[in-house]
Nanobody, 118 residues
Framework: QVQLVESGGGLVQPGGSLRLSCAAS????????MGWYRQAPGNQRELVAT???????NYADSVKGRFTISRDNAKNTVYLQMNSLKPEDTAVYYC????????????WGRGTQVTVSS
């Protein structure tokens, strides 16, 4: 049974930082590109960042220079360090695992709420 469990969300003031974690189980972690997506109320789910099994990263323009994605293959965990948070970063953040060959093989976590507000 595949599980992606996010943690680390919460309420933070503008300019603050949070670190999200996603612990994966039931998959061969190193065979997956891991990613973070987010969805704000009334909006579609959008890409935040991805990291391949070779640790090649990709970021949405809106978070470049502020967010950092990383992975620990020994712990089957992917992280998202979020700095200089803005109110527009408020959303539910979802962890995603996408197989590096079978691109239709994809899994989602349940999400963690991030709220940036004073």
């Amino acid at each position: 049974q595949v599980q992606l469990v996010e943690s680390g969300g919460g309420l933070v003031q503008p300019g603050g930082s949070l670190r999200l974690s996603c612990a994966a189980s039931g998959i061969t972690f190193t065979s997956y590109t891991m990613g973070w997506y987010r969805q704000a109320p009334g909006n579609q789910r959008e890409l935040v960042a991805t990291i391949t099994r070779d640790s090649i990263t990709n970021y949405a323009d809106s978070v470049k220079g502020r967010f950092t994605i990383s992975r620990d293959n020994a712990k089957n965990t992917v992280y998202l360090q979020m700095n200089s948070l803005k109110p527009e970063d408020t959303a539910v953040y979802y962890c995603n695992a996408n197989h590096y060959i079978v691109l239709t093989l994809t899994y989602w976590g349940r999400g963690t709420q991030v709220t940036v507000s004073s």
